[in-house]
């Protein structure tokens, strides 16, 4: 596990940060190629629209799951009213003010050559054999459960409804969490099949279709584990994941860092742990309709075991 040495400190200069990051991507290919080691490696050990149901589960009217450093820039804003407001022991505290002020730009700052990866072959291609392994540790692992157990809705209830974008065979959601739908999104058909937390499934390439074959309004909750770095299409994405989300929604990208770099996007890899934060913060600024969002550090135990953070903010009722 490699945490970038690079990451930048908190600093109000936007401008610098900005152009810290941006300048890190030129050009994209070499700095993909001298970025190859800075995630760790992601594992420790035919497209269809239509969602499948799984046998044994009956499918509710309502719910699905998806089976995705400090930069400053421009906007300031408050925090998402979610009733979390706790920090891990030992987190780092500039994860949670990179979002306090953001400083975010008039546009949307990152374009296609942000997001070129190393390996541009088709993703179907890479994910067409099943990897049943854990792609963050244990303790990491168990910190993004905990969180998820304190922040979606009470379990049981059956008009609740989840999704989990790219979804594989394990969601990290809490153990026995049961709603009246709970689907899932991803690339390989025997992943999500074998996902027992899941009561349907799509399986899709975001990066060749970003939208979400879901009528809006439909989830409580939106979530997305280990994944947004390779997302190509990040502010499509979360326009559609705005869209599925019921008004008052919460919508929950987590990450670490690893990775699987040849498929992470370039601002992704060229950049660190607080970059990464303003990064996913602006996608949910630039897709609009979300209340400003706001990040945790959820690391279990900093400097030991995996660093787990998420970036999350509700859908404007």
Not at 202 to 225: G, I, K, M, Q, S
Request: with cysteine.
């Amino acid at each position: 596990r490699n945490t970038p040495a690079h990451a930048l400190a908190h600093t109000d200069n936007s401008e610098l940060m900005m152009s810290s990051i941006i300048n890190r991507l030129n050009p994209v290919i070499a700095v993909n190629a001298r970025a190859l080691n800075r995630c760790s490696s992601a594992a420790t050990t035919s497209s269809s629209s239509a969602p499948v149901n799984k046998p044994g589960l009956k499918p509710s009217r309502r719910a699905f799951s998806i089976g995705m450093t400090g930069g400053f820039f421009g906007m300031t804003g408050g925090r998402s009213d979610i009733a979390v407001a706790r920090q891990a022991a030992g987190a780092n505290p500039e994860i949670a003010k990179v979002l306090v002020d953001p400083k975010f730009p008039d546009a949307f700052p990152f374009g296609e050559q942000e997001m070129q990866r190393y390996d541009e072959s088709s993703d179907f291609l890479f994910y067409s054999q099943p990897r049943f392994v854990q792609h963050i540790d244990d303790d990491a692992i168990g910190a993004l459960t905990k969180y998820y157990a304190e922040v979606f809705p009470e379990s049981g209830r059956e008009d609740t409804a989840l999704l989990d974008v790219c979804s594989s065979w394990i969601s990290h959601y809490p153990k026995d969490y049961k709603a009246g739908r709970i689907s899932g999104l991803g690339m390989n058909e025997e992943e999500l099949g074998r996902n027992p937390i899941l009561s349907d499934y799509v399986v899709r390439d975001l990066n060749e279709d970003p939208t979400l074959p879901y009528e809006d309004n439909t989830f409580d909750v939106v979530t997305n584990a280990v994944s947004v770095d390779y997302l190509t299409k990040p502010l499509e994405m979360m326009k559609e994941v705005n869209r599925v989300l019921k008004p008052g929604g919460l919508a929950v990208m987590s990450f670490s860092n690893r990775c699987f770099p040849t498929k992470a996007v370039s601002i992704w890899t060229a950049t660190g742990d607080l970059d990464h934060i303003w990064i996913v913060g602006a996608y949910y600024h630039f897709a609009g309709g979300f209340e400003p969002p706001a990040a945790e550090d959820i690391s279990p135990k900093p400097g030991k075991t995996d660093p787990m953070y998420v970036v999350y903010a509700r859908k404007k009722a």
